[in-house]
Each structure stands twice: as structure tokens, then as C-alpha cells.
């Protein structure tokens, strides 16, 4: 055999023998095999957390009572010159008690805002009716002061009526647990009020025989402007919705009304004036329900899924 034949035979058996081995390898192999590092496992965390539970707008409707509502107007007969008779002062004088309460109901408007700290801040306008009107009467008797064989009689009344009252006011509030929520508030308050008194005096002779009269009136009615505060506790009860406890103080301040005193006996002048002064004030505890716009539900712990 030639060199050349050898050489050929030999270069024919390194191909068969590096063919087999290729075959080999990639028979053990998996095809496509990612290289160690990839082969690590990947974890990427599915981070679920809850929006802020009080943020944004809000519309609802509340009911409760009112109480301790300044009284109704106090009548003070004073004199405009002396001398004058006391007597006439005295049954011309009267206050009543100031222990009078009304149902109350109406509805509310607002926005919340809150921090990632949990703060809520917010700005709220309510509007409510009060139910009834509030009035009294009272009687006296004097003699009088220069002819004790006269006899004076005095008969006073009062009403008073608090229409609707209104507040804007702020919030401030820090959630203590999921869902529920403490507040604060104050503001501007409004209201429709007005009050009326009446005096009637009658002066009589031993035989019974009324010998004078005097009479005095006084009305108001209008719009009032003063402030409220109070405090609260909310509750978000289920998605959408929250229940409230809340206490209001409200003070529209104080009107006075002076009044002639006229009388029915010719040619004789009564020095003396009707003062009729009256306070808007009082305390309201009520219920209240809200729907709330953002969809909020109470907030829940952050979750991480794998």
C-alpha cells in the first residue's frame, strides 16, 4: 500500500470515530440546556395594598335630637324717665325656663383626604330641619306703687323657633383600628330664626273695675350667622358605606328687641319700654349614614403572594 493510500485510510477512521462521539454527547444531553445561573428560581412578590379607606367624596342623611336651646326670650319692662311706678315694671318682667329639645334630621356633603400616615383631613356642609316651635306663658300681680287700693295684673308670653340650621366645617381625624375613625370639627354655622313676645297689663279699681291697660309686642325673623364644634366617631361598615356618632355645639348669638309699652288711659304717658332679648344656642347628638364614592372598604394588611 502506497503512503498516499495509507494516509486516507487513516484520516477516513479519525472522522468515523469524532462523528460517534458528537452523536454521543448530544444523545445524554438535553437539547437547549440554559446555562446554571438561569436554573436559580425567580421570585417576584405580588404586593396587594389597600387604597386609603376614608379618601374622597361622600353624600349621606343623619337624624337625632336637640336640647339645651338658650330658653325662650326673657321680657324686661324698663323705665324710659322718672319717676315711674315699680309696679309696672314688675308685672312687666318675666323669664321662662330654658329646658326645651326638638328632633332634628337632614343630610350631609363632603371630601376626605387622607395621608399615607393614616391623617384625615376634610371639609363638610350639612343642612337640617328642627321640628316644632317653642312657647310659653306667664302671669303676676302687683299693687300699685302710689295707689295701693289699685291692683295691677301682668301677663307675659314668648315663642321661639330655630327653622334649619347649617354648618361648614372641618374634619381632622386619625383612624385608631381598621375602619373606624375619631374626628374633630368646627366651623361656620347658619340658621333661620326668630322669636315673639307680648305684654298685657291691666290696672283695677277696688270695685273691680279696670281703670287702664297696657300692651307691648315685638317679633323678630331672619338669618343667623355664628359657629359650631363638636367631636365624632365613624365607622366604615361595609365597601361604600360608614355609620356616624356625632356631637355638635352650636351659637347663633344673641337678638334684642325693644318695643313701645302703650295704654289705654287718656292723657297719661307710661315712661317704661319692653326689652325682649333672646340666645340661639344649643347641643346636638345624631346618627348619620354615608355613602362614600371611592370605592373604600377598611383598610386590610399588606399581603405578598409568591
Known amino acids: 500500500m502506497s503512503n498516499v493510500s495509507k494516509i486516507a485510510v487513516a484520516f477516513g477512521l479519525l472522522t468515523t470515530c469524532m462523528s460517534a462521539a458528537s452523536a454521543t454527547a448530544l444523545y445524554n444531553s438535553p437539547t437547549g440546556a440554559p446555562p446554571p445561573e438561569a436554573l436559580r428560581p425567580t421570585i417576584t412578590p405580588d404586593i396587594e395594598i389597600a387604597r386609603p379607606a376614608w379618601d374622597g367624596?361622600?353624600?349621606?342623611a343623619n337624624a337625632g335630637g336637640a336640647?339645651?336651646?338658650?330658653?325662650?326670650?326673657?321680657?324686661?319692662?324698663?323705665?324710659?324717665?322718672?319717676p315711674t311706678d315699680p309696679s309696672l315694671l314688675e308685672i312687666g318682667t318675666g323669664g321662662f325656663p330654658s329646658n326645651i329639645g326638638s328632633f332634628v334630621g337632614g343630610?350631609?356633603?363632603?371630601?376626605?383626604?387622607?395621608?399615607?400616615?393614616?391623617l384625615v383631613l376634610g371639609l363638610e356642609a350639612d343642612l337640617q330641619g328642627f321640628t316644632g316651635k317653642s312657647s310659653g306663658a306667664?302671669?303676676?300681680?302687683a299693687y300699685d306703687t302710689y295707689f295701693s287700693c289699685i291692683t295691677e295684673l301682668g301677663a307675659l308670653r314668648a315663642s321661639k323657633q330655630l327653622d334649619y340650621l347649617g354648618t361648614v366645617r372641618a374634619r381632622i381625624g386619625y383612624p385608631v383600628a381598621a375602619g373606624l375613625l375619631p374626628?374633630?370639627?368646627?366651623?361656620?354655622?347658619?340658621?333661620?330664626?326668630?322669636?315673639?313676645?307680648?305684654?298685657?297689663?291691666?290696672?283695677?279699681?277696688?270695685?273691680?273695675?279696670?281703670?287702664a291697660?297696657?300692651?307691648?309686642?315685638?317679633?323678630?325673623?331672619?338669618?343667623r350667622v355664628g359657629w359650631s364644634a363638636g367631636a365624632g366617631l365613624e365607622l366604615m361598615t361595609f365597601p361604600?358605606?360608614?355609620?356616624?356618632?356625632?356631637?355638635?355645639?352650636?351659637?347663633?348669638?344673641s337678638v334684642t328687641k325693644v318695643s313701645?309699652?302703650?295704654?289705654?288711659?287718656?292723657?297719661?304717658?307710661?315712661?317704661?319700654?319692653?326689652?325682649?332679648?333672646?340666645r340661639f344656642y344649643g347641643n346636638i347628638a345624631r346618627l348619620g349614614l354615608s355613602y362614600h364614592f371611592n370605592n373604600a372598604t377598611p383598610p386590610a394588611p399588606v399581603v405578598a403572594k409568591y
Do not use: C, K, M
Open 260 to 278: 313701645p309699652i302703650f295704654n289705654s288711659w287718656t292723657g297719661f304717658n307710661t315712661p317704661a319700654v319692653a326689652q325682649s332679648s333672646v
Open 183 to 211: 374626628y374633630f370639627t368646627g366651623g361656620l354655622a347658619y340658621g333661620h330664626a326668630s322669636f315673639s313676645t307680648a305684654l298685657f297689663g291691666v290696672a283695677y279699681a277696688p270695685d273691680g273695675t279696670a281703670l
Open 240 to 253: 361604600n358605606w360608614s355609620a356616624r356618632f356625632e356631637y355638635l355645639y352650636y351659637d347663633l348669638g
Open 138 to 141: 306667664q302671669g303676676s300681680l
Open 67 to 82: 336640647w339645651g336651646l338658650g330658653g325662650l326670650p326673657s321680657i324686661a319692662t324698663l323705665p324710659t324717665q322718672l
Open 213 to 223: 291697660s297696657a300692651t307691648s309686642a315685638a317679633n323678630y325673623s331672619d338669618t
Open 57 to 60: 367624596f361622600y353624600v349621606g
Open 107 to 118: 343630610g350631609q356633603i363632603g371630601y376626605n383626604y387622607q395621608w399615607s400616615t393614616g
